[in-house]
């Protein structure tokens, strides 16, 4: 089943500068070869239900191995079985009715 979440890891105990960590997820999700997407609270992520939260999952025990004692994870996910659907697909939907400087072209 095809997924598409919204991944927020919060180290805890690390200080206020938690970039390096953030980046380590990003490497985790380039490594597993799945679509993702930052954003200022966040990344989008889609793929296969399993793929996905097996990278979640280590996430987690990279963000461990750096030296995060805790960690706060939200996660957001939607399915459909209706039809395929991406993450470019559902911002590209949006922007069909209003258009922005970033995505014209």
């Given amino acids: 089943m095809n997924v598409i979440v919204d991944l927020c890891v919060v180290p805890m105990g690390v200080g206020v500068s938690v970039s390096k960590y953030v980046a380590e997820c990003q490497k985790v999700l ?35 191995e750096l030296g995060a004692p805790r960690i706060t994870t939200s996660i957001k996910v939607g399915t459909r079985t209706d039809r395929e659907q991406s993450m470019k697909d559902k911002t590209e939907s949006v922007y069909r009715i209003v ?7």
């Fill in 30 to 64: 380039q490594e597993a070869g799945l679509e993702h997407q930052l954003h200022a609270y966040g990344t989008n992520v889609e793929g296969d239900w399993d793929d996905v939260f097996a990278a979640i999952k280590r996430c987690h025990e990279r963000v461990h």
């Fill in 99 to 105: 258009p922005t400087e970033n995505n014209l072209g």
